[in-house]
């Protein structure tokens, strides 16, 4: 059991090329709609939530963190990939628990203009970072020589139950832990993208 197939992307590399395609692509087109302000874009994909540029950062560097995994390409740019991704979700969190405002919301691209009404604008959700930290240690445990499945898996779970757990409130206005604060809710489509990051992970 020890030398069982430690992730997915061995036994199915083309589901998850597919699905490292489509985070890339979806969050390439999100990042586009919000660096030139293309409503049609955000509304789209975003319909009850504005889209945020950390999130769409963190998922474009997940999808191709996934493809060089599945590839067996270079380990150089993957740990780029999830020392960037873990960076943005960790201080997150620690924006989140200190209260301590350090600008990674708005650094890249001003989007204060559509979370005007928002406590912090251009944040991603708690949720949201906390999740961008089980991918990041899931893909960092990848490149170990032996890598156990049951971790890296078990982090996917994590991933796909937190996910699920937000689309449930999501379609039936449950009142689960996820909307006690407003700010802790993901939206449809990070949810979505989450989910199917967890099976190709």
């Known amino acids: 059991m020890e030398h069982r197939q430690k992730d997915v992307s061995n036994k199915y590399p083309f589901m998850v090329t597919i ?3 489509v985070l890339m692509s979806v969050s390439l087109v999100v990042l586009i ?5 293309i409503p049609i874009i955000i509304s789209i994909l975003s319909p009850n939530f504005s889209p945020k540029v950390n999130s769409s950062i963190c998922f474009l560097l997940s999808g191709f963190a996934l493809l060089f995994v599945c590839h067996k390409h270079s380990n150089f740019f993957i740990y780029i990939a999830i020392t960037i991704i873990l960076f943005i979700s960790s201080t997150t969190i620690f924006q989140y628990m200190s209260g301590i405002n350090l600008g990674i919301d708005q650094f890249f691209i001003k989007t204060s203009h559509l979370d ?3 406590l912090f604008p251009g944040r991603m959700a708690p949720i949201t970072a906390l999740n961008f930290i089980f991918v990041a240690f899931a ?3 990848q490149l170990q020589k032996d890598a156990s499945g049951w971790i890296i898996q078990f982090f996917a779970l994590l991933i796909f ?3 699920l757990l937000s689309f449930y409130n999501h379609i039936f206005d449950a009142n689960l832990i996820f909307s006690i604060v407003t700010y802790t809710i993901m939206s449809i489509s990070t949810t979505a993208l989450f989910m199917l990051l967890s099976v190709g992970i």
Do not use: R
């Open 161 to 163: 139950i937190t996910s």
């Open 19 to 21: 699905i490292g395609i």
């Open 116 to 118: 005007s009404s928002k």
């Open 33 to 37: 709609g919000l660096a030139y302000n």
């Open 139 to 141: 893909f960092l445990y």
